[in-house]
């Protein structure tokens, strides 16, 4: 949520920050929550006046009785009942107000970073850097979900049978390489300084407000209704939620943090060729990194995700290219984004596998995530977070892109994790 204070100070800024991402009407969205909030600052205050009010007119009824003067108190005694009808009037306008405003507040989405660059779709996103080289594949070379059936190692119709598109079966070696890819991961984070966590797969609704998942994204959430809770759509949920309502100390920064989890979505409206395979799930395994940091290293923290991120592709042998995310495609909650993408050579396209993110105060205002700062002022904190990585593409790629005659050949970072050099 943005800041109110930094709304009202900086007005123009914000409605520049906010035409990034094309919000509509946004010059009049902001102008009804800076009157609202006069409003309610204006409910306040005459709520203040008639209590002070009140207050005076209780030590003028003592004094009137005391001096036997009963009639004048109990005119003063009448004036307090009539104050108090207003003051509860008063009160329910207020809440009304604050009720309003807090809904506009958390309707808007985050000011993106003015660098973030102008674009209405993925079309507009920035390649900012490339890395790797693309293997060169014989013509007949096999798209990963042919390869699962070949060596059986990923049954997508037996899933479908268990639960319904978008569930997999991993088997045999295919298990095992899940396995490995997460242990790799993780090992990978705690040697950089990371906490590893083993979060809940479920958050209740707060927890999904707190970092903006609610009210922005419940149609693609599973949710269950019973009970109130959601299932995670990824681990960055429930391991920034350790923060919410909390006040960490300044020497605490950054917190690192790292965990694995299953991912569950429910990609509503996602269709055609984009989605075979390991392409586009309902249920997958990820590694996320979530950072708490200060405000004034928050984006140097931001590269230095990146360059983590970049390192576990770089040791898979993976090539990669990096995309600075334009407005258009940029999520609700962030201030700017980068999306790591892979190369497929069978399927001879990218595929998305982490976006590092910084969402500056914008979850930690939801949460009420602060610190205090050296001179002592309590501030927001920022969150930042990462996939490091996500399985469902890297193991496409890596299945794809290392295809051989005689099997798929792993990475050798891999090999003492799996237990095997190849599948076949």
Known sequence: MIQLQYIKEHTAECIERLSIKNVENVEARIAEIIELDAQRRMLQKSTDDIKATQNALAKEIGQLYKEGRREEADERKARTAELKAQ?????????????????????????????????????????????????????????????????????FELGNKITGAGFPVYKGKGARLQRALVNFFLNEASAAGYTEIQPPLMVNEASGLGTGQLPDKEGQMYAIPLDGFYMIPTAEVPITNIYRDCIVRADQLPIRHAGYSECFRREAGSYGKDVRGLNRLHEFSKVEIVVIEHPDRSYERLEEMKRHVGGLLDKLGLPYHILKLCGGDISFTSAMTFDFEVWSAAQKRWLEVSSVSNFEAFQANRMHLRFKDADGRMRLAHTLNGSALALPRIVAALLENNQTPDGIVMPEVLRPYLGFDKID
């Open 87 to 155: 003051e509860k009037e008063l009160g329910e306008q207020q809440a009304a107000t604050e009720k309003e405003l807090t809904a506009k507040l958390i309707s808007l989405p985050n000011t993106p970073h003015l660098s973030v660059p102008r674009g209405k779709s993925e079309a507009d996103n920035v390649v900012v850097a490339e890395f790797g080289h693309k293997p060169d594949l014989p013509a007949d070379a096999l798209p990963h979900w042919e390869l699962c059936a070949r060596y059986d190692i990923v049954d």
